[in-house]
């Protein structure tokens, strides 16, 4: 994924999946840098590299 589509979603509670590397979070996206997300989630701030994102849902 592209940052440009990724920063739309600053601020936005949102469940990301990587698919077939079997990683689920769900958080709100507080920055995206380079190839990484940063996600605060109940257990704390989490990255992610965008390079491995297959979806990202929004949830309302």
Do not use: P
């Amino acid at each position: 994924m592209t940052n440009e589509v990724l920063k739309k979603y600053i601020g936005k509670n949102c469940n990301i999946s990587t698919g077939t590397f079997g990683v689920n979070i769900i958080g709100r996206i507080i920055d995206v840098n380079e190839n990484w997300i940063e996600v605060e989630t109940k257990k704390g701030n989490e990255l992610i590299n965008a390079e491995f994102v297959q979806h990202i849902k929004v949830k309302e």
